[in-house]
């Protein structure tokens, strides 16, 4: 199928009969009888190509083409004009058409403007999306990482909402990225020279949380003029939503464009079913719902495992000044064949291991997973491992040196080591 064409004619039969002709050559033609009405049919992101007639009751084809550029400046609009119109055409093109086709006009005339206005609109689109990967990959803080179609479309959106005081809702399964995609929001806000203030919601008892709102010192306040990120606002308890929800419907603090906070908020399930179940608050979901973006599972994505892991890797190697480990083929297919329950985090966790035990980890993990949802002391064994096999490897498995850079008596590094299934010769000829 080929791009999409709008053509705008107040008369039926010119209408009806080049609708025909460019559906023949497959391409995807809306057509109407007038400009206004076409006007709201596209944006700044319409693939394809726009014909319109000149003279045309209601608004005219230059009034609709001055419409139309300042949806987009680079838009291709053809305009059709009389026959010997000239000067017309003139201004048309001065106002920015792409081209004019002089009524009558041959077909294969038509067909040629339309295929080199469709190539052109191609290579703009193409242009403006390898700008914004280009930024994305350049810009401060986290990278938003994957070329799956779908993260490709988030970080569009992203660039779109950016510099909108607009509130937005994030939802995904634990580990998707919600807190990197708000704090890649906040990093990109006008207000980005502040700190980002997290309340994590799931932590929160209802007396908590009114002392929060009330403490003029506190997290509330101090988020005025940034951005608030409500952390799994889906666990906040009841009462306490709707608290939240009067407090930013009556204080300074809104979460709308032009006021001074902005709201992100993310959730693991999705709001609008516990809306539903009456398990969420209807009043605190019209706040949030402004602007709702999902972030998808790994397992949905999984072209982009592999590239997000090595990514992982070199990054890890780099701050741990170790060379990065080859995958092997056996471990790429792991990989792919894995569900990741804790999706990126997971990926992440398992690279940083991977690097830190560089041989040894096939043998002791092979490709072992982490729970999803990993409790306090699931973490702290985690840094506890990643500390301990760092400090083997910096000390090329010299136990005297590892005692004393962690303050550890000796019997309880061996007992953590034991813990950890690390053994010191493995780290004897570390890098
Ligand atoms: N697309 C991505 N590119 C690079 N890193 C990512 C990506 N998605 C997630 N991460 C990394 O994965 C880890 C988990 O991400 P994050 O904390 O943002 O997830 P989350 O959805 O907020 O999780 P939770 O709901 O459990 O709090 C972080 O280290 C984050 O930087």
């Given at each position: ?149 779908a ?19 994030l939802q995904g399964e634990t580990g998707t990225g919600k807190r990197m995609v ?49 952390e799994n606002?889906d ?31 993310s959730s693991e399930r999705n ?22 973006l999902t972030l998808p599972p790994l397992r949905t994505r ?37 569900d990741w329950p804790g999706n990126v985090r997971e990926l ?22 982490d729970s999803p949802h990993p ?57």
């Open positions: 199928m080929k791009p999409p064409v709008i053509f705008i004619d107040d008369e039926k039969p010119v209408r009806d009969s080049l609708g025909q002709t460019l559906e023949l050559e497959d391409y995807q033609v809306q057509l109407f009888a007038s400009a206004r009405q076409a006007l709201s049919t596209f944006d700044n992101q319409f693939p394809g190509v726009i014909i319109s007639d000149i003279n045309m009751p209601g608004m005219d084809g230059m009034t609709f083409l001055k419409q139309a550029l300042l949806i987009d400046d680079e838009l291709p609009v053809i305009m059709l004009t009389g026959h010997g119109d000239i000067s017309t055409a003139v201004d048309a093109m001065r106002l920015g058409a792409y081209d004019f086709l002089e009524k009558p006009f041959s077909t294969e005339h038509l067909l040629d403007v339309v295929k080199r206005a469709c190539d052109k609109r191609e290579l703009v689109l193409e242009n403006r999306e390898l700008k914004r990967e280009l930024e994305s990959q350049s810009s401060p803080g986290p990278r938003i990482l994957g070329n799956n179609l993260m490709k479309q988030l970080r569009r959106r992203l660039y779109q909402l950016k510099d909108h005081g607009q509130s937005v809702l708000a704090q890649f929001l906040h990093d990109h806000s006008p207000y980005q020279h502040l700190q980002m203030i997290t309340l994590k919601c799931q932590d929160l008892t209802e007396h908590q949380f009114e002392e929060i709102l009330n403490d003029q010192d506190g997290k509330w306040h101090a988020a005025t003029g940034s951005t608030l990120y409500l606002i666990q906040l308890p009841m009462a306490a939503q709707q608290r939240l929800a009067m407090t930013l419907q009556t204080q300074s603090i809104q979460p709308h464009p032009g006021d001074q906070v902005r709201l992100i908020a709001l609008e079913s516990l809306v539903q179940q009456q398990q969420f608050d209807t009043e605190l979901f019209a706040i949030v719902q402004d602007c709702i999984r072209d982009d495992i592999e590239l997000i892991f090595q990514n992982f890797i070199r990054t890890t190697a780099s701050r741990y000044n170790i060379e990065a480990p080859m995958l092997s083929t056996e471990q790429k297919e792991k990989l792919q064949d894995h992440r966790n398992l690279a940083e291991r991977l690097v830190l035990l560089g041989d040894q980890f096939d043998k002791q993990h092979p490709l072992k997973i409790t306090l002391a699931e973490k702290v064994h985690q840094f506890e491992f990643t500390l301990l096999s760092d400090a083997l490897r910096r000390h090329h498995g010299r136990l005297k040196d590892v005692q004393s850079e962690l303050g550890l008596a000796r019997k309880t590094l061996y007992d953590k080591m034991k813990k950890h299934g690390l053994d010191k010769q493995d780290f004897k000829d570390a890098l």
